[in-house]
């Protein structure tokens, strides 16, 4: 993997979180690309598409003064470097690895599990 083009960052790059309020990985060195765009907020913390946020943004006015943030959904997410984490011990990826979602996403019980980035 050689990380020429997309996204570089450092502090906070590859953060894996979760709409029912887990922690995130936090990774020294991020690549991404594709994904679509997603506003999210406390009341849709799953994201809304362009069209969705608009539509409510007609519909509810105020809710412009919600805190939105707008995120990438879905992308394809390299890392390496340090990778920290609350439950675990710091490791350390010397070459680029793709971030993979835990497959309990796939679960019926856990529909509101959703990757932002």
Known sequence: ???????????????????????????????????????????????????????????????DRWRWEVRTANAEVFVRGTVRHPDHKTIRLRCWHRVRMNREAEAPSRRQLVFLD
């Open 1 to 63: 993997m050689s990380a020429g083009a997309g996204s570089k960052k450092r502090t906070p790059p590859a953060s894996c979180e979760r709409c029912n309020g887990g922690k995130p990985h936090i990774a020294e060195f991020c690549h991404r690309s594709g994904g679509h765009r997603v506003y999210v907020c406390r009341q849709f913390p799953g994201g809304l598409r362009e069209a969705e946020y608009q539509a409510l943004l007609q519909r509810r006015p105020f809710s």
